[in-house]
């Protein structure tokens, strides 16, 4: 009579339990002269495992999947420390055209631990005592956090090799780039005693999980003294002023700008790509709070994933450059500026190691002034596109935009007119330049080679929903009261911003936009015809990720009768970024 025989107290004791019951229940005779030979149970081991990943001679290192999974070598460089831990890791492992090992290193496989081959619905094994899930190698190797194509950071996430960007918006308390760095290996137990850091700077690896999370935001907090009446309380927006102007002032604050996202990245087998996704939102939606009222409507800004070459849902358009947002306290910014966010498809491929080149297909949205003579019609995604080059002293990128905009009239057939728009932007670090450094790579820039100029022309025909101060006024079309006929006035926005550090802590920003549109014959006198914006700020920076600033605004509004109305802001803001 044979018997399987497992390990560990709880086996054991069930063996014992078992061979009770056999000498209780044994028959007379013979049979009774037989005996249960219990064999003796071995002490649990100790297994090895590694707790560095070693370097690696080639950038394409699969792991060996215990369980048969797809495989691709890694050739290791450098000897393998073990330590004395209940665990079975991955095997590392080098064959076929890829260098051999400089050392030998042996492979470590299921033979030497117990390793659950349960996988679920994912493609990586979990662990015998539930640590999570495996990390492939490549999520610890430098080589995959300093690379210019599919690496740690999203492709679409533009940033020189080996750093992120900060977000627009985020002020300039935040870095303008934070260095990437693998995260340290950690032993098992460190898994499962606690949170240990995860893929990217203030993340962490979910218990559980190969996923590594990330919460960020910001609280923000502007106070605004509006010397002259304006339509937008919460943020200085050039074409809500009153035309002709009226008199009064107005005090207000807001909190509703601040933000809270939640960001992952989770590693796959599948060509070193990892799954990046992000959900942000803020409170800027709808009217603006009443007194005492107490909500704010939550809205969706990004909800979008990243996979290798691919971005899909709610993203910024590939039209606009939002690196090249200046530093304003005043949430809207420069009217100028292309600024847009919609649900669409992404794709983003480096051309060379500083070129890069995208395209996306983004949900159309025509918005026409028909003057009650038909509707307007939006059947064709808007296709957009840009070339960027990313150095080490600034961006340049070249964008263009191609729509279709649709006028169905109440009485005739249907009309379309091709859209297309235009855009240049630029970031550089005039000073670096002259002085020949490097404020990217160098620890402690000064004051100087922080400073930056940031530049922007945007234009077309029917690029109304894409100019900032242009959106929701009915300039992507306009059709003649008078004759019925639709066309695409032509819009034109253009922005420069020169910001200039003093030290680490205080900088300056100047920033001058102005818009500029021209209608379709037949158009109402009131009609918006342009606008300036102009803001100047001084900056104060205590602590890292902290930001407090005061700046005045000026803006006017002109209309097509020639008509015009100015107003006048202080803003106050202070922000602190989590």
């Not at 600034?394 to 859209?419: D, F, K, M």
Request: glycine share 12%; charged share 15%.
């Amino acid at each position: 009579m044979g018997i399987r025989v497992a390990s560990g107290r709880a086996a054991a004791f069930r063996l014992a339990l078992l061979a009770g019951t056999v000498v209780l229940c044994r028959p007379q005779g013979a049979a009774a002269q037989s005996r249960l030979e219990l064999p003796t149970l071995p002490p649990p081991q100790a297994l090895p495992v590694v707790e560095e990943i070693p370097p690696v001679a080639d950038s394409n290192a699969f792991l060996v999947f215990p369980n048969g999974f797809p495989k691709v070598d890694a050739p290791a460089v450098g000897g393998v420390e073990a330590a004395e831990v209940p665990y079975a890791p991955l095997s590392v492992t080098s064959e076929g055209a890829l260098a051999p090992p400089t050392t030998d290193y042996p492979p470590l496989g299921d033979d030497q631990g117990i390793v659950d081959r349960e996988t679920g619905l994912g493609e990586f094994v979990t662990d015998y005592f539930g640590f999570g899930r495996q990390l492939p190698a490549y999520y610890y190797r430098p080589d995959y956090y300093n690379t210019a194509g599919i690496g740690a950071r999203p492709l679409a996430d533009y940033a020189p090799s080996g750093y992120e960007a900060r977000e627009f918006q985020e002020a300039p308390g935040v870095p303008e780039f934070t260095p990437l760095t693998p995260p340290p290996v950690p032993t098992p137990s460190q898994r499962a005693d606690g949170v240990v850091r995860g893929m990217m700077p203030g993340s962490f690896l979910v218990p559980g999980s190969a996923t590594s999370m990330r919460l960020r935001g910001f609280v923000r907090l502007g106070g605004m003294f509006d010397f002259d009446p304006i339509g937008s309380r919460d943020d200085f927006v050039t074409n809500t002023i009153s035309v002709p102007q009226e008199s009064g002032q107005n005090f207000n604050m807001s909190a509703r700008y601040s933000r809270f996202a939640i960001e992952t990245w989770t590693p796959t087998a599948f060509k070193e790509w990892n799954a990046h996704t992000f959900i942000e939102g803020d409170f800027f939606n709808g009217n603006a709070q009443a007194a005492g009222a107490g909500g704010n409507p939550f809205r969706l800004r990004f909800a979008f994933v990243d996979f290798g070459y691919f971005r899909f849902g709610q993203q910024n358009t590939v039209f606009m450059d939002s690196n090249s947002w200046p530093s304003t306290a005043d949430f809207a910014g420069p009217r100028g500026l292309a600024n847009q966010r919609r649900p669409g498809a992404r794709v983003t491929i480096p051309v060379t190691d500083k070129i890069y080149w995208a395209g996306g297909v983004e949900q159309p949205f025509s918005d026409i002034t028909t003057n009650g003579l038909g509707t307007n019609v939006q059947d064709t995604p808007d296709l957009a596109t840009h070339m960027r080059y990313e150095g080490d002293l600034g961006h340049l990128q070249l964008s263009g935009l191609g729509r279709a905009i649709g006028y169905q009239p109440n009485v005739g057939e249907l009309t379309r007119r091709g859209g297309w728009g235009g855009s240049a932007s630029t970031v550089f670090h005039p000073w670096a330049a002259l002085i020949g450094s490097d404020p990217i790579h160098k620890a402690n820039p000064t004051g100087l080679e922080r400073s930056r100029i940031l530049a922007q022309y945007t234009a077309g025909y029917g690029v109304g929903r894409y100019i900032q101060d242009t959106t929701g006024l009915g300039l992507d079309g306009q059709v003649d009261p008078i004759t019925g006929a639709f066309d695409l006035p032509f819009a034109a926005g253009w922005t420069t911003s020169y910001e200039h550090w003093y030290n680490e802590q205080w900088l300056s920003n100047f920033t001058y936009s102005e818009v500029t549109v021209d209608s379709v014959g037949g158009q109402a006198g009131t009609t918006y015809d342009g606008a300036q914006y102009v803001a100047s700020s001084l900056w104060w920076i205590p602590v890292r990720n902290m930001s407090i600033a005061v700046e005045y605004l000026h803006g006017v509004r002109q209309n097509l009768n020639g008509q015009r109305g100015d107003a006048n802001r202080i803003q106050t803001l202070f922000q602190y970024n989590f």
